[in-house]
């Protein structure tokens, strides 16, 4: 018979869209319906949620709805718990270092989202007391997971593209001010005051993608803006808008390549997916989104002539090849967490830890400092 380790995980924020649908319904309550994380040796782990917030009501509605036996909006008395020895936030920005540093205090693993802190100091901190406190830290690379970016690793690892000569993505969509439709994000991601801000939000994940997947990144020149300066929020009362909602940055790499890099809640989206990456190589391009990925090798690469005094027949979109699904990728959220568990169970391989977290949140600083200053930022890594 298959032993079967109970791990009781601390879920704090998750209440919210992000820590209910994709940490807990996708990600612990469909492990724990697998019956566990499966280890090396056979044995499984099972996660068992206790569910953290500030709305009791919120916290009781949830629990009767998947049939969870614990939840409660005392911080302090669960993380004084020993059978909770994991502790994941979902939080907002402006309240994860005060609880995450009081998780550590008191001797929890961590696992959290990003970014870990609104500051590279706080974030750097934050790792700091992990490590001399002796606890194991994650941070949220969802995107890493996505099957589309599956894909792009696995052309990077089969040497598809050759030399990697530039990248260059798109991400957004439009999000309505409020108004005559609401909006679908939280009103707080375009305060500046409560940590919103897509420069903080995205620029912790293009990060970690583009130093897991293309290489270091030596320095980075951005322009932040703020696009609708009036918005209305959850009530129907109209704010001022003082978070940038766009990015456009330039990301130069130490191994010669360049990153252009949109990010946008004020834009049409005229594209197959909400994010799409073009890679150009010296054998090879590939344009990849959540989950799709179309490639043209060199030697399938046709020889446009430019002529702007006749129409162009040629249907270049033709060009492309999608690429076939060879793997069944599952939620990313989820196996990134089933990786992390065995992390904490069994000392498996874990390298996104809060030190990873704070070079994303680095490089939001350093992209702000390059908007505000008008000129590159040299990223000191």
Known sequence: MTRTTRLGVIMN?????MGYRQHLVRSILAIREEGGVLLSDGSRVMPDPVLVGRDEDKLRVLAERHGLEHWTTDLDAVLADPE?????????????VDAIRRAIAAGKDIYTEK???????????LARRAREAGVKSGVVHDKLYLPGLQKLRRLIDSGFFGRILSVRGEFGYWVFEGDWQTAQRPSWNYRAEDGGGITSDMFAHWNYVIENLFGS????????VTHIPQRVDEHGVTYPATADDAAYA????????VVQLNSSWAVRVHRKELVEFQVDGTLGSAVVGLFGAEIQPRNATPKPVWNPDVPDPRDYLGDWHELPEN?????GFKTQWEQFIRHVAEDAPYTFDL???????????EGLRSSAEGAASISRR
């Open 327 to 331: 793997d069944v990728f599952e939620n």
């Open 115 to 125: 970014p870990t802190a609104e500051s590279f100091a706080d974030a750097l901190d």
């Open 84 to 96: 909770y020895p994991l502790y994941a936030d979902f939080l907002v920005t402006t309240k994860r």
């Open 13 to 17: 924020g998750v209440s919210g869209r």
């Open 355 to 365: 030190l990873a977290g704070a070079r994303g949140v680095r490089l939001s600083e």
């Open 250 to 257: 330039i990301f130069e790499l130490a191994n010669g390549a």
């Open 217 to 224: 990144i030596s320095s980075v020149y951005a322009r932040a």
